[in-house]
């Protein structure tokens, strides 16, 4: 049974920095493409981004690039979202999730995905 466990979130100043941490179980995650979404209030869940399986290639939202930094461990089965300068239109939802494809550079397809972490940028 796939299972994610986010952890990591919380409440940063505007500028901050933030490590997101989704520990899974029930799969290797070294065979698997995984990554990162995210949902605000109101708005639809955005792909922040994804890891490869084969090859470690990471991808990225435009609205984060520079900024985010994915990556992950597989003899721990865990995935990491580093997160620098961060604005307060990240605030959101984030979740880890299995699956990604990238579609006219959104990414997109993600499967399953785990109860999420609340990140709140505020002053």
């Known amino acids: 049974q796939v299972q994610l466990v986010e952890s990591g979130g919380g409440l940063v100043q505007p500028g901050g920095s933030l490590r997101l941490s989704c520990a899974a179980s029930?799969?290797?995650?070294?065979?698997?493409?995984i990554g990162w979404l995210r949902q605000a209030p109101g708005k639809e869940r955005e792909g922040v981004s994804c890891?490869?399986?084969?090859?470690?290639?990471?991808y990225y939202a435009d609205s984060v690039k520079g900024r985010f930094t994915i990556s992950r461990d597989n003899v721990k089965n865990t995935v990491y979202l580093q997160m620098n300068s961060l604005k307060p239109e990240d605030t959101a939802v984030y979740y880890c999730?299995?699956?990604?494809?990238?579609?006219?550079?959104?990414?997109?397809?993600?499967?399953?995905w785990g109860q999420g972490t609340q990140v709140t940028v505020s002053s």
């Open positions: 999730a299995t699956g990604c494809t990238v579609v006219a550079g959104s990414l997109v397809g993600f499967t399953s």
């Open positions: 029930g799969f290797p995650l070294a065979y698997y493409v």
């Open positions: 890891i490869s399986a084969s090859d470690d290639r990471s």
